[in-house]
């Protein structure tokens, strides 16, 4: 492969020349170089990495629907290539224990060669690669490249994990939610009031029925969801019957 492949967003899993080996080498890009990476000096810098390659622009008919999406975690610019991808992205902004994300964040060569789509770092030291890739379409070339990808951070004490998306109404009601992703206006002042509403309201609808149910307490309401301090199965419809848990703390 070249520079080019990498620099045009080639994401097929392809054979390198030694099919069969089983030694995996890792290339990562700091301050803009491509380097492959000897594990024996440590872990790189996690929060430091760039994307290995360039996410491709979106084509007529293409597969793939590549764009980028402001992230709450990084304060930057997270890339995806295609809706599965941005539904996962659309997950890990939402967990509260990742603080870091990163793009297509390593090149890995083995049996073939790979770019896992995300890596996440969560609280406690934990760092995680990620593909987003659904049931109907992991193939055997797929697969050979999650092995290589399993074993490659297992051997560096990472971890690593397939997103094959949600049902249609948990990818609905994920839609919903990151619309509410960004804090509303007089959020801080009436959160813990909400917080003790929500604790004492068997459902969703008898929360936003208080007396309090203006716009923007109802605003407030679905970032308080959002951010998970308000909970509910979000594998079923949103209705006003939906039972609620409040998550958040009441005694501040």
Known sequence: YTAKDLAMGESSDLAILEPGARQ?????????????????????????LEPVRRIPRGRFKSRGVPGRVASGITGGWVGFESGLEYSLVRQLERD?????LVSQPVLLEGERRHTPDYLEVRR???????DARPRARRDEAFEV???LTRRACAS??????????????????SIWLYGHRRVPLGFDRMRHGILCDAHNAPTLGALLATSRSRPEYVSAVWHLVWLGEI???????????????CAGDVDG
Do not use: C, K, M
Not at 96 to 100: A, C, H, V
């Open 145 to 147: 490249a999650a092995a």
């Open 24 to 48: 995996v080498s890792w290339s990562v890009r700091l301050a803009g170089e491509l380097i492959r990476w000897d594990w024996s000096s440590g872990e790189p810098a996690v929060r430091d």
């Open 124 to 130: 406690g030291g934990v760092t995680r690669l990620w």
């Open 96 to 100: 509260r224990g990742i603080e870091w």
């Open 156 to 173: 560096v004490g990472w971890e690593y994990e397939v997103f094959e998306g949600l049902s249609e109404v948990e990818e609905l009601n």
């Open 231 to 245: 909970r509910f199965d979000l594998s079923q419809l949103i209705t006003e019957n939906v039972v609620i848990h």
